[in-house]
């Protein structure tokens, strides 16, 4: 499995590796200490605060943000349990998947190491914000710079 040049660019572009490892680091907490009884409303509540539209999926329990700005579509998926993230992004050109990996698979696909990553933790509601925040960001930065290379590609800019 490998990343397709596009999508290598833009993480790369993004300092991808080193931005999820800092998250990592920063949200740090133990299993006995983490946030187990999570509202998916109040989730869907910081969702909204901060800009994006989610639902929540019941069957595969993670909440879906699916955004088109063509020639690209882009979901994140972000899942909550036992009080840590996993984050999955999955993205299509022209209606062609380029990924749908979380973020630690992607990390060894970029670097080319199976080194995994502990997820972000979070202890309360206050620190989710912040982990969705700076997901967030990374979210932007990934999609503005994988439009840029595919725009580019087809000549559009």
Not at 27 to 53: A, P, T
Not at 124 to 145: S, T, V
């Amino acid at each position: 499995m490998h990343l397709p040049p596009e999508t290598k660019a833009a993480l790369e572009k993004i300092d991808f590796i080193h931005r999820y490892k800092s998250l990592s680091a920063k949200y740090y907490c133990d299993l006995d200490e983490s946030f187990m009884n999570v509202d998916n409303h109040e989730v869907l509540r910081i969702f909204k605060e901060l800009g994006y539209h989610a639902r929540f999926d019941k069957r595969e329990n993670f909440f879906h943000i699916v955004e088109e700005s063509p020639p690209c579509k882009f979901e994140f998926n972000i899942s909550l349990k036992h009080g840590f993230l996993e984050f999955i992004w999955g993205t299509w050109k022209d209606g062609e998947l380029l990924i749908g990996d979380p973020w630690g698979m992607l990390k060894n696909l970029l670097d080319g190491r199976d080194e995994s990553v502990r997820l972000p933790g979070f202890r309360n509601y206050h620190e989710l914000k912040e982990i969705l925040e700076e997901a967030f960001l990374m979210y932007e930065d990934f999609k503005r710079e994988l439009l840029s290379v595919c725009r580019k590609e087809t000549g559009e800019v």
